[in-house]
């Protein structure tokens, strides 16, 4: 486990930290010995997965333990569909790990670049109605606490441990594997359209109660939306995708290529932002795709940005939308990434952005050269009134005082936290403002 003194970022760069050391343990032994390494020096310890959050979770003046180094399967049972991962599996890897059982992850979002240990931790989701985010799929997990102690935990095993690390933001213990309910594979049909905004608005919460997957994206002071739905089908149902050449202008020279060139001008030329989003407004869907599910739940993002997301109760979102576009128009936002709007079941997981309500998210996105703070924050102040709880992984501005009005369980997981580990020492400057 080599010391390192390098700086690390986020991928969007929004964030960086020089940690004292980078670990990267390739067994259980291992992370034992980085948590003790941590306990000796007196300094914290942060976990870091794949580096796809775009808030502070990760970063630490102390040790950074890097799960790279435990990845793959541990079992899988095709019977009951539980599948034991190692904590730092990429997503994009799990689909092939799954496939010789027949089985696949329920839901993804549309980025698969992070470790499964820190999708749960900072509660990732994706989209559809019946749907929850990663987090709702766990069934067991396999800590290292602050001790040192190597511990198994589920609903019928120290619930209440459970509970709280399954989105634990980190700050429980460093997971070394991750039991999920997965579901018998299959193929999805994406069909894209581009549609008048007021009609979409208006039907969003009746389509996505009907559709298996159902989510749009909106550029700010454009009439139109770019809608997606996503069908389920058996996993023998024939592929359909356009011919890869065609694919790869669409995905990578246009959809990454010239949209970075466009981005990076509307950055240097503000007034360019609006042309830029009507543009993108109106070529934005892309061809109908059917294939194997991670194959079409997933894009690549390779355009860097900032962004802020939002969980509303499913049943403010139209009011909560209008009174968003409206703040849109009074202060005259240029922004050229769109907002994207998805829907996910409720659940029980105690620091879940979906925690007991259905909820609709809206994502707000600015390009990694623009200053991002404004923009996000305005969209914050906006939906607070709705009661939006921020998404953990993502920026926002808020702290323990407002957290502890918006999670019905906090306190519950501050205790669990506290027992857990009491010198904090998996906590950071930015999990102290969060959670103490």
């Given amino acids: 486990m080599p010391e ?41 310890l942060r976990v870091i997965g794949g580096g796809h959050s775009f808030s502070a979770l990760a970063a630490t003046d102390g040790i950074t333990l890097s799960l790279d180094g435990l ?16 904590g730092g599996t990429r997503l994009w890897a799990v689909a092939e790990l799954l496939a010789p059982y027949g089985l696949a992850l329920s839901v993804m ?32 997990l396999r800590l290292v606490l602050a001790d040192g102690s190597v511990v198994d935990t589920s609903p019928s095993q120290d619930p209440e441990l459970f509970e709280a690390a399954r989105l634990g933001l980190g700050s429980i213990g460093v997971i070394l594997e991750v039991t999920l309910q997965c579901v018998p594979a299959y193929r999805l049909e994406l069909v894209e359209s581009t549609e008048a905004l007021g009609p979409t608005v208006r039907s969003f919460l009746a389509d996505s109660a009907r559709a298996d997957h159902h989510e749009f994206f909106w550029f700010p002071r454009t009439d139109r939306a770019t809608v997606r739905t996503m069908r389920r089908l058996p996993p023998a149902a024939p592929r359909h995708r356009t011919a890869r050449a065609v694919e790869l202008l669409q995905q990578e020279v246009l959809g990454n290529g010239v949209w970075e060139l466009l981005c990076r001008s509307a950055a240097l030329v503000p007034p360019l932002s609006r042309p830029v989003a009507e543009l993108a407004s109106h070529v934005f869907a892309g061809p109908r795709v059917v294939d194997d599910s991670a194959a079409v739940f997933a894009a690549p993002r390779r355009v860097r940005f900032h962004e802020s997301e939002w969980a509303l109760p ?14 849109f128009d009074a202060e ?23 925690h007991h309500r259905d909820t609709v998210y809206i994502a707000a996105h600015r390009h990694h050269a623009e200053e991002a703070g404004p923009y996000l924050l305005l969209v914050q102040r906006t939906l607070a009134a ?27 997981f501050r205790g669990v936290r506290a027992a857990a580990d009491p010198d904090g020492l998996l906590l950071s400057p930015y999990l102290r403002h969060l959670l103490v």
């Fill in 332 to 354: 005259g936002v240029r922004v050229t990434f769109p907002l994207e709007i998805r829907r996910a079941a409720a659940d029980e997981v105690w620091l879940s952005t979906a």
């Fill in 109 to 140: 979002g549309d980025i698969d670049r992070q470790s499964i240990a820190g999708a749960i931790q900072t509660g990732t989701h994706g989209t559809g109605a019946a749907f929850t985010g990663f987090a709702g799929m766990v069934r067991a």
């Fill in 71 to 86: 990845h793959g399967l541990v079992s899988a049972d095709p019977e009951t569909g539980l599948v034991t991962l190692r």
């Fill in 314 to 327: 499913a049943e403010r979102f139209e009011e909560a939308f209008a009174a968003l576009r409206a703040r």
């Fill in 4 to 44: 390192s003194t390098m700086t690390l970022r986020t991928w969007s760069g929004a964030v960086s930290w020089t940690p004292q050391q980078v670990l990267r343990p390739t067994s259980q032994e291992g992370v034992v010995a980085a948590v003790q390494a941590a306990r000796t020096r007196g300094c914290s």
């Fill in 386 to 412: 709705f009661g939006a709880r921020p998404h953990w992984g993502k920026m926002h501005w808020l702290g323990a005082a407002e957290l502890r009005e918006l999670y019905p369980c906090f306190e519950d």
